[in-house]
């Protein structure tokens, strides 16, 4: 197949036009449409990564050719070990996503549309090779977002909404600024093609492409103009990871968003930022990454982020807040890995997105399940869960324990790769990291204790426990933390190849 | 000597371990429905794992019967590439040696009695299925523990084994309490082994290789990275080395509950009885001891000293906790600390085979005592002591056994605990001699202990099961317990008799049975670190040691059994007023030294404290900078508003009004008359005269 990326992209446009012409009132049948629309993509997905050859060098299936003639601005899809499997779990998160979403009653139509769109955004961001397209993708993915926490979203959602558009819209403002920075330095080269990512990053990197057509000498204000562009970039990266201090619209977000979109948020969404921080910061400025005060501030970020998200975690008691700011935590570990530049710091960031991506997707599941069923989420509320919601407390459990790092749990693996590689570099912050794999160990487990073990809270006494369905979004998910826990190669098969490719960059 | 093909060899090990996880996995989805809740499918798994160890046992134990023999499926390209990142390469595999031969023996032998045990002790429970499926788990985690062949593994299997004590711990989920002890052990011991997962990395980083034969083999050739390739530059191999030993060492102190991160094994009683004496005794918490054995090689003489000193802290407080207490599993479960702390001793100072012979003894006759704790708790349906007395009629065969089982551990000579724990105290007695003053306290808490050890079994036995009844109702209701649950008790009291078995009534190290089969590993000496134990001098001072301190360890338990006889037996002796007179110290042990108050009240409560404040920071500071940005903006628009409409619009506006109001005056003058204009040119010319006239004056 010569377009498999494109059709993994953009069969869920189908499924877009498919529902909007469909009466309003045959709310299953959008439904069905919207699960077909999202499971085609997925088996192709999965062919995509049968079909990868991870000892191959560079970009596969690639797809190429000129869009915006005028402007140089090109149709440029191609993956690697990086992106494949987030693509893959896009693809999945989006299909249990439609079925987590079958209960949503209120605009039905719209909600469909909107997610079969934001599905678009999300894996045309991870093809895309080309600037202009992958902005154009991103921005596709804001605007679904920004209307499906807005309209189908708890009692704050408007506020959560216009904070988290406001939010990525700041980031969005800042990479601009670095894609035209790049792009006019660029064309000042005669490159005709000035949006491509890997050419970009070939000129830059082996120094070519320095600014200094557009600024005296390629430095300004005191700092090379690569340096400006390599922040503009981080900064607008930082935001959806999201790093802290910038960190506080996700809380918010989760907390007001439906679960299906906080399913998607926090599996895939973070994971963008994460990616664009890997894909644009370290392998197209692999000179200015690496600087020593760079890179050692990246760590202390991964750092801050990892301790402090754990211990704020620990204080909340909102259970969704509380896994939301748990995501704020483990997004560290991918800071903190990269920022090492060792095969295993930056190949365990790489497969903490993907780790991450399934362990709090189940975790928001399971939240889901206990709000539906208890319209809140007070974790002081309830207690004894177990006993009445056996199948589910089983579930939570496999869940939790991935999300503490469980070794036999896929998170582990990465989290030890990361603390593993960064200790070669930063024996200090790693050694420091620690403390957050204890403090997130002890609000998980207490979370787990206070809300299912214990007597059985009488109000709960007719819970019932999950059904079939609930179970369909979640089993998977519990299913894949254990397989690439017990064989992480399976993943990191994939990886590692890509890893070593950039790690050449340093070399 | 080949027994076996390397692959049918693989088979038998990989089956030890798996089929209990297998059995795991069908009762916990399957259970329910199987016949007798499917207590026969857990128990026959665990019999095939226990019928293969002993035949491995039997084979390479007995027939092969070589100190030095050891296997590991790498040598024969049997292992898994489990991660291949860059230079972290790690390959999976099994490692064998004896003693990881006779630890498969004795975790299958004796989980195989608990089994058996628990289909009595656990009959009727409303998740009687599920208890099954978590001790199979148990079983699974354990054995893996036991054959893994590089501490990566041995990491993650340790961490799994504490799963299983978090689920069996908290298994009264519906109560108030087990779930928060659960919490409070996998909790202390996540923090031993994320400093465990620290040592071993600094392991990485020293050698490039977390597999034991070839850490080993790098060690001993002095096969260090050089320092230029490393992190930490700035420190000397032996230093690194003895870090990254003591952080390893942090692990064990966890999870075999030495002090200070004892605190959860007590809590732990919380769980079943068999759990107890499966987890909490014989296994899991000798798992930091077997691990220490194991890492044996990598500890520099001061780790090695740190170890002895935490060993023997623990060996003295443990035991002055059981002194105390008035709960029969709390005095167990302090008697079980106090041992683990007596093993680390030995290995501390030196007594490798003294440390895990004693790993393996006690495992038998403290399973046997907690069953038997079991089998009276069950009678009783009471945990305190102070309910009970004069079980020896009704409970015959628990007593008999019960009581065997403390003559073993009290060091009785000829049964199994005397072997292993004479060789302890005397090889911490040699300690002393050599090296004098700081090195004597092993040796004077071992004996001060093992008089303490003596007396507080003594006092179990003699309130539990002599005398008169001190709660007749249940009395009246005591009986003995069926045989599914006496046999077990029985097969462990036997081994309580002969685990140690040797036909020298006072054998020297050398005549052990568990010395002609488990050699003391080659130490880091080699690598020209110095370990001192490898020299003549410490051989005579151990021959010297080997008398006093049997005479010191035989007084010991002498003085303990009359003690305890004249306290509790024969009442010639008032134990209340001891208790007076000792006031201000009996109140800080019967408080467990307040470790639990100086946690929870400090460490846990600055913990809580911190959390709050830094998610007030979050939400006051920095969300709430991100929302003045917010409100900044929006007063910001507001005024650019008001400035738009007044001042921009109002300049328009004035400009407007300004032309109006002109034009209106003008429009005055402006008449279109020519007359008019020729008036008002008049007038200006006039003027214009009058000030020039002016001017010139």
């Given at each position: 197949m010569d377009h498999l990326l494109s059709l993994i992209v953009f069969t869920p446009l189908v499924g877009v036009l498919a529902v909007m012409m469909m009466p309003r009132d045959a709310k299953d049948a959008m439904r069905t449409v919207a699960a077909v629309a999202t499971f085609v993509p997925l088996v192709l997905a999965t062919w995509l990564w049968w079909q990868?050859?991870?000892?191959?060098?560079g970009y596969q299936f690639i797809e190429q050719g000129s869009w915006i003639a005028a402007l140089g601005v090109e149709y440029h899809v191609g993956v690697d070990g990086l992106s494949i499997p987030l693509i893959w779990l896009s693809t999945l998160l989006l299909f249990l996503g439609v079925f987590a979403s079958w209960k949503i009653d209120k605009g039905v139509k719209g909600y469909m549309m909107l997610l079969l769109l934001l599905e678009v955004g999300i894996n045309g961001v991870f093809c895309a090779l080309d600037f202009f397209l992958f902005y154009v993708f991103w921005e596709i993915m804001l605007l679904p977002m920004y209307f499906l926490i807005g309209v189908w979203g708890g009692p704050r959602r408007e506020y959560a909404a216009i904070k988290f558009f406001l939010y990525t819209l700041a980031g969005s403002v800042l990479m601009l600024l670095g894609i035209v920075a790049v792009y006019l330095a660029a064309t000042d080269l005669g490159v005709t093609t000035p949006f491509n990512i890997p050419l970009l990053s070939e000129l830059i990197s082996s120094g070519q492409l320095d600014g200094s057509s557009l600024v005296n000498e390629g430095t300004l204000l005191g700092w090379p103009f690569l340096k400006w562009i390599f922040v503009f970039f981080f900064i607008g990266f930082a935001i959806k990871v999201p790093i802290v201090p910038f960190h506080t619209w996700l809380p918010d977000a989760h907390v007001e968003a439906p679960t299906p979109i906080s399913v998607i948020l926090a599996g895939i969404l973070l994971k963008l930022g994460c990616y664009g921080i890997l894909r644009i910061n370290i392998q197209m400025f692999p000179q200015v990454a690496s600087e020593p005060a760079i890179a050692y501030t990246g760590a202390m970020l991964g750092l801050i982020a990892i301790v402090y998200g754990a211990f704020v975690a620990m204080a909340q008691t909102d259970f969704k807040r509380l896994v939301a700011y748990s995501s704020v935590s483990h997004m560290g570990y991918v800071l903190l890995g990269a920022s090492a530049f060792t095969a295993a710091g930056l190949s365990g960031a790489a497969m903490q997105m993907f780790t991450h991506g399934t362990s709090s997707a189940l975790l928001f599941l399971v939240v889901g399940v206990v709000y539906d069923r208890a319209h809140h989420r007070e974790i002081e509320g309830f207690g004894g869960l177990a006993n009445v919601a056996p199948i589910y407390t089983g579930v939570t459990t496999v869940g939790m324990f991935a999300a503490l790092g469980l070794p036999s749990m896929s998170g582990f693996v990465s989290e030890a790769l990361v603390i593993i590689g960064s200790w070669q570099v930063y024996p200090v912050l790693a050694s420091l990291a620690v403390i957050g794999i204890v403090i997130t160990a002890a609000f998980i487990l207490w979370t787990l204790q206070r809300v299912f073990l214990g007597p059985l809270n009488e109000k709960y006494k007719d819970f019932p426990d999950a059904d079939r369905r609930e179970l369909f979004t979640m089993i998977p998910l519990a299913f894949l933390c254990l397989l690439f826990g017990v064989a992480p190669a399976l993943l990191l098969n994939t990886i590692v190849p890509t890893i070593e490719s950039i790690r050449n960059l340093f070399a | 000597m080949e027994l076996f093909e390397p692959t049918t060899l693989l088979g038998m090990v990989l089956a030890i371990v798996l089929v209990p996880l297998g059995g795991a996995l069908v009762q916990i989805f399957f259970g329910r429905k199987l016949p007798r809740r499917g207590d026969w499918l857990a128990t026959a798994c665990i019999l095939t794992s226990a019928s293969l160890a002993v035949t491995l046992f039997w084979r390479v134990i007995v027939q092969i019967d070589d100190p030095n023999w050891s296997w590991s499926s790498a040598d024969h390209g049997l292992s898994w590439h489990w991660l291949n990142v860059g230079e972290f390469q790690l390959t999976a595999g099994v490692y064998l040696d004896n003693l990881a031969v006779i630890m498969l023996a004795m975790v299958t032998i004796i989980a195989s009695c608990i089994f058996f045990f628990s289909q009595g002790y656990m009959h009727g429970d409303r998740y009687y299925s599920r208890f099954f499926a978590y001790l199979c788990y148990f079983c699974f985690a354990m054995l893996g523990l036991v054959v893994a062949d590089n501490i990566l593994f041995l990491f993650m299997f340790w961490e799994l084994v504490g799963v299983g004590s978090y689920l069996l711990i908290g298994f009264f989920f519906y109560e108030e309490d087990p779930p928060k002890c659960a919490l409070k052990a996998f909790m202390t011991n996540r923090v031993g082994d994320v400093l465990f997962m620290l040592g071993f990395v600094l392991a990485w980083q020293l050698f490039g290789t977390l597999n034991y034969t070839e850490l080993f083999e790098r060690l001993a050739a002095g096969a260090f990275v050089p320092i230029e390739d490393r992190a930490f530059s700035g420190l000397d191999n032996h230093t690194i080395l003895t870090l990254s030993g003591i952080l390893i060492f942090c692990g064990a102190i966890s999870k075999s509950a030495q002090v200070p991160l004892h605190v959860w094994l007590p809590d732990a009683?919380?769980?079943p009885t068999p759990v107890s004496a499966l987890i909490h005794a014989a296994t899991m918490v000798a798992a930091g001891v077997f691990m220490v054995g194991r890492m044996y090689p990598y500890f520099t003489p001061e780790a090695l000293g740190f170890i002895a000193g935490i060993g023997a802290i623990t060996a003295l407080v443990g035991a002055t906790m059981g002194l105390v207490m008035y709960d029969i599993k709390k005095v167990l479960a302090y008697s079980t600390m106090s041992q683990l702390g007596y093993m680390m001793l030995g290995l501390g100072v030196g007594g490798y085979i003294a440390g895990l012979f004693h790993l393996i003894t006690h495992a038998f006759f403290k399973a046997c005592l907690f069953l038997g704790s079991g089998s009276v708790i069950h009678a009783v349906h009471s945990q305190d002591m102070r309910d009970m007395g004069g079980l020896k009629k009704k409970m015959p065969f628990t007593y008999g056994t019960f009581l065997i089982a403390t003559l073993a551990l009290s060091g009785v000579p000829m049964l199994a605990g005397y072997y292993s724990k004479d060789q302890i105290i005397a090889t911490a007695l040699a300690w002393g001699l050599e090296y004098g003053t700081a090195a004597w306290i092993p040796f004077l808490f071992g004996a001060v202990g093992a008089f303490m050890t003596t007396f507080y079994m003594f006092r179990l036995v003699f309130m539990t099961f002599h005398g008169t009844p001190r709660n007749a109702e249940k009395f009246a209701h005591a009986h003995e317990s069926p045989a599914v649950m006496t046999i077990p008790l029985m097969v462990l009291a036997t081994f309580a008799i002969f685990a140690g078995v040797t036909l020298h009534p006072l054998p020297a190290t050398e005549e052990l049975w568990f010395n002609e089969i488990v050699q003391q590993p080659a130490s880091a000496a080699a690598s020209g670190l110095h370990l001192a134990h490898d020299t003549l001098a410490w051989h005579d001072a151990l021959h010297t040691a080997h008398y006093p301190a049997l005479i010191v360890s035989l007084i010991a338990i002498a003085l303990g059994f009359f003690m305890a006889r004249a306290f509790y037996l024969k009442k010639s002796a008032d134990a209340e007023a001891w208790k007076k007179r000792f006031g201000p110290v009996h109140t800080l042990v019967a408080n467990k030294y307040y470790f639990d108050e100086v946690y929870n009240d400090g460490l846990i409560a600055g913990l809580h404290k911190l959390n709050h404040g830094l998610a007030r920071f979050d939400r006051g500071v920095i969300d709430g900078a991100v929302n003045s940005v917010g409100l900044l903006t929006r007063f910001v628009a507001f005024v650019a508003g008001l400035f738009d409409k007044y001042v921009i619009d109002g300049l328009v506006n004035f400009w407007r009004w300004f032309v109006q109001t002109a034009s209106a005056v003008f429009r005055v003058v402006q008449t279109g008359n020519a007359r008019d204009y020729l008036t008002w040119t008049l007038v200006g010319v006039l003027i214009l005269a009058a000030y020039l006239a002016n001017g010139t004056n």
């Open positions: 990868y050859d991870p000892s191959g060098v | 009683m919380a769980g």
